[in-house]
């Protein structure tokens, strides 16, 4: 088991990883009040429920089981959880626990956040992006027909407990988009941890375990790092986007169907990747080392067909990332540093979204 603590403010979030470690936690160290909710989805539920109840079986434990998808991710979902605790006569002591991908952890952490203004909220982040990503930092929130994740708050948990073992059952395509949010890291901030990738994914996607954990532990530390030196986003924490433009433009092209959040980050990565050597930042070298890693583990490089350039800039146009109307896009100056640009205009970021249209 390794552990992490982030630190912000007056905040401590302990990150435990583990393999099997629902076995050996003291799960009453994290909850400081009776009643406890989980709220989980239909693919998560058949096959976690029962062992996550066990976890808590010393608390009054109820569950809430919410339909499967990133076209759930809205606001009609979260009144669902709002409606289940006020008529369930819970209050503020209540501990919500979100058993699941970034979708169920997004939304509930959201709903933890704004019920009677603040309950306490444990992750169990069940898939590889949640857990390398999504379920550490305390960001949160659901999409809008216009743009991914606009509407939202910054909630931590009181725990996140990473347990490998799940991983097992999670379907391959879902571990490989997971794999995005890895390379992404050793992009922004870890050349080191770059190469380690290249030289074992294939141990990594086969959850050899010293690999699988290295892993984990080396994204969750940086991402530890980062929103401690900036929690809010009002600086380096955007460098985390890197990819995330495009690819929240192409979800939102999508409507959220069709395509996983980690299948469009690793398009948006290569694009960004792409225009950070068209702008004479990266090498070309490097730009194809970037490429070829992507394809080596046949991920995708390419806007789905059908996508159109008109669609991807009317969602640019929406990037949470914008301030005083300008784009702020991540770009690398070298595989494994990071920075934040708004010097690309509507009129070039058109014309690169045209190279790859599939």
Not at 10 to 35: L, M
Not at 274 to 284: M, P, R
Not at 297 to 320: E, N, R
């Amino acid at each position: 088991m390794k552990k992490i603590n982030l630190k912000v403010n007056d905040i401590k979030v302990p990150i435990i990883i583990g393999r099997e470690i629902f076995k050996t936690i003291n799960i009453a160290e994290y909850v400081s009040k009776n009643d406890v909710v989980i709220v989980t989805n239909s693919t998560i539920a058949k096959l976690y429920l029962m062992q996550t109840r066990r976890l808590f079986r010393e608390f009054n434990v109820s569950t809430l089981v919410l339909p499967d998808g990133e076209k759930h991710k809205n606001i009609q979902t979260i009144q669902k959880i709002y409606d289940f605790l006020i008529k369930s006569k819970l209050d503020r002591s209540v501990t919500i626990v979100a058993l699941g991908g970034g979708v169920i952890g997004d939304m509930v952490a959201f709903a933890a956040d704004t019920f009677m203004r603040g309950v306490d909220l444990i992750h169990i982040p069940t898939t590889l992006l949640a857990q390398v990503d999504s379920s550490i930092g305390g960001k949160c929130g659901i999409n809008h027909p216009l743009g991914k994740n606009l509407i939202g708050s910054f909630k931590h948990p009181r725990a996140v407990i990473m347990d490998t073992a799940i991983l097992q059952t999670l379907p391959k395509r879902e571990f490989m988009a997971g794999m995005a949010e890895v390379i992404k890291y050793g992009l922004i901030k870890n050349k080191s941890f770059f190469n380690f990738i290249d030289k074992n994914y294939l141990k990594i996607i086969k959850q050899d375990y010293d690999s699988l954990i290295k892993t984990i532990f080396t994204c969750a530390s940086i991402k530890s790092q980062v929103v401690q030196e900036d929690e809010l986003e009002g600086g380096v924490r955007a460098i985390l986007n890197f990819g995330h433009t495009f690819g929240h433009a192409i979800e939102a092209s999508k409507n959220y169907k069709g395509i996983l959040h980690g299948e469009a980050i690793s398009i948006g990565m290569n694009i960004a990747s792409a225009i950070s050597a068209d702008q004479g930042y990266l090498t070309h070298d490097e730009y194809c080392n970037i490429e070829d890693m992507l394809l080596n583990m046949s991920m995708p490089t390419m806007i789905p067909k059908k996508i159109t350039v008109a669609s991807i800039a009317k969602h640019l146009g929406h990037d949470k990332k914008k301030i005083a109307g300008k784009n702020r896009f991540i770009l690398l100056d070298k595989i494994g540093s990071a920075f934040i640009s708004d010097k690309l205009n509507n009129k070039y970021l058109k014309d690169i979204s045209k190279n790859f249209i599939s």
